[in-house]
């Protein structure tokens, strides 16, 4: 039994930009407090919409994050359109899928590149990690530069998309452009294999925890598709799924104390959402390649390791290249029209659901029958996750009490990394000191 | 390479990123700012302006290969708000805490001794940093700054055909 006595207090103390902070006290081996805290200021992006056009939200809601402002833009449009009655062509359907597939590759490699790496390597940031694995970085910073510009081309710029609107897109690539990128993904797949080795040579780093958990995210069985854009809500601990307009019956929000952000919870105390989640639901429908990378970690169904959350995006990061080849052969095949749509107001109510980087993401929104937005309601991956980190913390935190405090804290902080957390997307301002 | 001349252009020397959220108060004037720029741009043939919104890392990318890299954000400086300053990443220390738990948080002057460490960082980079007079939800700038806004306009215009 342990009489350790441990006080830790991961406390980011910043102006706007919200953190988690990580508390962790025990005295003679007694847990006092462990607590997974949120502070964050509320952002009232739900109160921004309300009297805009149905034509506006995508753009507005774009600017909610940074990193997944392609995920927030699509799901935004097609709630939109589901509100309003409105269809789009299969062409559209099609280029929307390949952006969002985009913003998959260019968010998990950022998370595996930049925020897991430096901890599988000892190191505290990506700085350093230059000079120890140079070759490594690099190959990061080309498929993030690839996904960036895979992104730009089809939304028009890299972050905050311009081409979407209800009906369709106010841009198309050319068949050229769409040869030229499938090129690009076809020579970037052995730089994903690369990472993968590189990632796994440091496997061992990953702490060994497990927790039984409840894992949510879309699943598509028409056609059966590794879902990420279409599909209904899936849970693995149901048998049957749920469709995405009553996604409130699934995220069950609510408030607690120690957090300005909701908390959710469905069949358990909690669930966890993202590529793992994503993994246990549709692990069978990954790509040939995707299936060998994830068994090459020993990766399987059923895995509830938090931490395994980055292996999951590097195999999702292969799944969505090899995919999109193939996508953009049906694209080519079919060929590209130039699309004209007609789309006018109505009233209604509904919601979208994709899946963004970090797991799946709920908006809902309501127009009077002018097109202006009445209400809105929000439901990000990160708050859906937040009860389970907690969960996981205080699973995780009497297991590994014996060990020296700042190896409990790295655990911590790995466990929260894991999870590719959106706390502070919205605002990205400078705070300098002149020292000359 | 058709997607780099076409869509995501990199041949001009000198880049202009602004930068923050346009939903965030004083914290977009980096977006007002470019956006305003973007309608002279054809005054500026080797300059691209890009609103570079909040992406963070994905800056990165935008300063490879340039010359000159001018970056316009609101910036906390102990000015009064409204206050305009130039400076290099030299002259300034950042004061930012990064927890390293999201790839969220940014701190641009980290994000530019990376490239530097990676060498592809411009030889020359200018920040125009704005004091704030108010972060929080909702459009539009604080007096303080809509007041100043032709004069940032006239420093970097100043500042692209120095």
């Known amino acids: 039994m342990s009489n350790r006595t441990v006080n830790i207090n991961v406390h980011h103390v910043t102006r706007v930009e919200g953190h988690g902070n990580i508390v962790v006290n025990a005295t003679n081996g007694k847990i006092e407090k462990l607590q997974w805290q949120v502070p964050e200021a509320p952002r009232f992006f739900e109160a921004m919409v309300r009297g805009r056009s149905y034509e506006d939200i995508q753009t507005i809601v774009s600017r909610i994050c940074g990193i997944c402002s392609i995920s927030h833009s699509l799901v935004a449009t097609k709630a939109v359109e589901n509100a309003t009655g409105i269809q789009v062509s299969e062409q559209t359907d099609r280029i929307r899928l390949l952006l969002h597939y985009s913003e998959q590759l260019q968010s998990h490699v950022l998370h595996v590149g930049y925020l897991v790496a430096p901890d599988l390597f000892g190191v505290p940031s990506v700085v350093p990690l230059v000079g120890i694995a140079p070759g490594p970085v690099k190959t990061i910073i080309g498929l993030h530069r690839l996904a960036n510009e895979w992104s730009a081309l089809l939304a028009g710029r890299i972050t905050h998309p311009v081409t979407l609107r209800p009906g369709g897109l106010t841009k198309i690539p050319t068949e050229a452009q769409l040869r030229e990128l499938q090129d690009r993904l076809r020579k970037c797949l052995p730089d994903l294999k690369a990472v993968a080795d590189v990632v796994l040579s440091v496997a061992g780093n990953l702490p060994k925890f497990e927790r039984p958990t409840e894992y949510v995210s879309l699943k598509q069985t028409q056609p059966p598709t590794y879902a990420f854009y279409h599909g209904e809500i899936a849970s693995t601990d149901a048998k049957s799924t749920v469709a995405v307009n009553d996604w409130k019956s699934v995220a069950n929000e609510y408030v607690n104390d120690q957090s300005t952000a909701k908390w959710a919870k469905w069949h358990r105390d909690s669930y966890a959402v993202g590529a793992l989640a994503r993994f246990n639901n549709n692990a069978e429908l990954l790509s040939p390649t995707a299936k060998a990378v994830a068994k090459m970690f020993g990766l399987a169904k059923g895995c509830c390791n938090p931490y395994f959350n980055s292996v999951a995006q590097i195999v999702e990061a292969v799944h969505v290249v090899e995919v999109s080849i193939a996508l953009i052969d049906t694209l080519l095949t079919k060929g590209l029209k130039a699309e004209t749509v007609a789309v006018s107001p109505k009233a209604g109510k509904a919601s979208g659901a994709v899946e963004a980087p970090r797991g799946i993401l709920f908006h809902e929104y309501e127009f009077d029958r002018k097109g202006n937005c009445m209400s809105a309601d929000l439901c990000i991956p990160t708050n859906q996750n937040h009860a389970n980190i907690q969960k996981d913390i205080e699973k995780l935190v009497p297991e590994i009490l014996d060990e020296p405090e700042d190896q409990i804290r790295l655990k911590l902080e790995m466990l929260v990394r894991s999870y590719d957390p959106c706390v502070s997307c919205s605002t990205h301002m400078l705070d300098v000191e002149f020292v000359r | ?162």
């Open chain 2, 1 to 162: 390479m058709g997607l780099q001349t076409s869509d995501f252009k990199r041949q001009t020397s000198t880049v202009v990123l602004g930068l923050g959220n346009p939903l965030m108060a004083d914290e977009g004037i980096g977006v007002y700012l470019v956006e305003r720029l973007l309608e002279v741009a054809d005054e500026y043939p080797a300059v691209d302006f890009i609103d570079a919104g909040t992406g963070g890392l994905s800056i990165l990318h935008q300063l490879e290969g340039r010359h000159k890299a001018i970056l316009i954000d609101c910036a906390f400086m102990e000015e009064p708000p409204g206050a305009l300053r130039r400076f290099t990443p030299d002259e300034v220390r950042s004061m930012k805490v990064l927890a390293h738990q999201s790839l969220h948080e940014a701190d641009v002057l980290q994000i530019l001794a990376l490239a530097r460490r990676l060498g592809q960082a411009p030889e020359e980079i200018v920040i125009f940093g704005i004091q704030p007079e108010r972060v929080e939800p909702g459009p539009g700038l604080s007096p303080a700054l809509a007041e100043r806004f032709d004069e940032y306009l006239a420093a970097l215009r100043r500042e692209l055909t120095s």
